[in-house]
């Protein structure tokens, strides 16, 4: 038997601010399935899951909340403060995440699919795609935005954009850049001429 033809993968990033959900939208209005790295690694520790129970089992039931889901902040604290619990923490995440990432891009049937990961290009993820297509805006916008969606101080903004890779850096290692930083009468024009040249290459693949 011939070996399936891979489906061709975009990934997407963006720095914190800069409007990633609503590009990644806007592909999946067009029909094009999406998978999420954030929404995978919740999937993974979900109640009833296996790793969940490990989690339990190693740290404590202090580690739930009342409805059984895992208590994400408890968990940050922990790990954040214990570099020996982050690795033993890690050490189970990052292969299933990454099994599961894998499964679901061989699984989309839809001529191209987005590999949305915000840490795309900081947890060295280039081999899982075929071209990243970077969601472009200034700093000063990455900070003004996600300070009006998430309140919180400008220095904790700050140090999670601190933690990022630069945006000097992330179009460096772009294939296709969007740019965010007007409204979304600017987006749907690039979005709409991007998805014109993915189904190409999409179809050059097949």
Known sequence: MENPIKPLIIGLTGGIGSGKTTVANAFAAKG????DADVVARQVVAPGSAALQQIVDHFGPNMLLADGSLDRAALRQRVFSHAADKDWLNALLHPLIRQK?????????????????PLLLENQLQSYIDRLVVVDVTEQTQLARTLLRDGGSE???AAIMAAQVDRTQRL???????????GPEQLAPQIDALHQRYLKLAAQRR
């Open 155 to 157: 220095q904790q903004v």
């Open 101 to 117: 990432m894998q499964d679901e891009l061989a699984a989309a049937s839809s001529p191209y699919v987005l590999f949305i990961a």
């Open 32 to 35: 094009i399935e999406l998978v």
């Open 172 to 182: 460096a290692a772009a294939d296709d850049v969007i740019d965010n930083s007007a």
